[in-house]
């Protein structure tokens, strides 16, 4: 079946140090592939995407790029904030899924001043 | 100017009530959907629904009702709500389904479901 597993937390780091979430899926074909993040007591924001292989998205200094061979989406920034602080989830859309999102379980991150 | 939006945001009841939850989005989607995310903070898909018409029906007790009036509003009708059903709900709309570019998911910000 289709599915994402994400990388256990929570993630503690210090501010300023850089972030990897990891992330890999399993799936039929060629899904689409995102990051959501959840602030504290709010709904889920999309972070990032990318549609096919090779594809890079990108925004607020957070990169992921997806890698077909490797069936990974992992989460990436260089420099992070104690405004990062958040629950992210990687998750997947496989195309004719008639828009059945799958999320991983979350990852907490945790930044310090 | 909100763009999916849920009410009420903290609901608190009693075993074996019937409440629900509604969810309406303006921007102009094709397609709604249910999540519930449970204390662990694991998301699942419940219903979805494309132009008024139910597309998924993922395996919930059939004490949870979708109702789609039109195609901006999809609600979320419990019946006798047990301790389980303890959870956050999250509505989300996208512009289509089925996996194209333009599948991205907006959600809302979600209801907090307290059955005591």
């Known amino acids: 079946g289709n599915s994402v597993t994400q990388m256990e937390g929570p993630v503690t780091l210090s501010e300023e140090a850089f972030l990897t979430i990891n992330c890999t899926y399993t799936?039929?074909?060629?899904?689409?592939l995102f990051w959501y993040v959840q602030y504290p007591g709010e709904g889920l924001q999309l972070l990032l995407k990318a549609t096919k292989a090779d594809d890079k998205g990108s925004n607020k200094g957070f990169e992921a790029t997806y890698r077909k061979e490797t069936t990974s989406f992992h989460l990436e920034k260089g420099s992070v904030q104690v405004s990062d602080s958040a629950v992210y989830f990687c998750?997947?859309?496989?195309?004719?899924?008639?828009?059945?999102?799958?999320f991983g379980k979350g990852t907490k991150l945790s930044v310090k001043p | 100017d909100t763009a999916v939006s849920q009410t009420p945001k903290y609901l608190v009841t009693q075993m074996g009530n019937d409440k629900s939850i509604k969810c309406e989005q303006n921007?102009?989607?094709?397609?709604m959907y249910w999540y519930k995310q449970d204390s662990k903070k694991f998301l699942k898909i419940m219903f979805s629904?494309?132009?008024?018409?139910?597309?998924i029906n993922e395996t919930v007790p059939n004490r949870f009702s979708p109702k789609s009036p039109d195609k901006a509003h999809l609600n979320l009708h419990i019946n006798s709500l047990e301790l389980g059903d303890s959870a956050v709900y999250f509505c989300?709309?996208?512009?289509?389904?089925?996996?194209?570019?333009?599948?991205?998911?907006?959600f809302g910000p979600g209801t907090r479901l307290t059955v005591l």
């Open positions: 998750a997947l859309i496989r195309r004719g899924s008639q828009g059945n999102l799958i």
């Open positions: 921007l102009g989607h094709d397609t």
């Open positions: 799936a039929t074909g060629y899904p689409s």
């Open positions: 989300a709309s996208s512009q289509d389904a089925g996996g194209t570019i333009t599948d991205t998911q907006y």
């Open positions: 629904y494309n132009n008024k018409e139910l597309i």
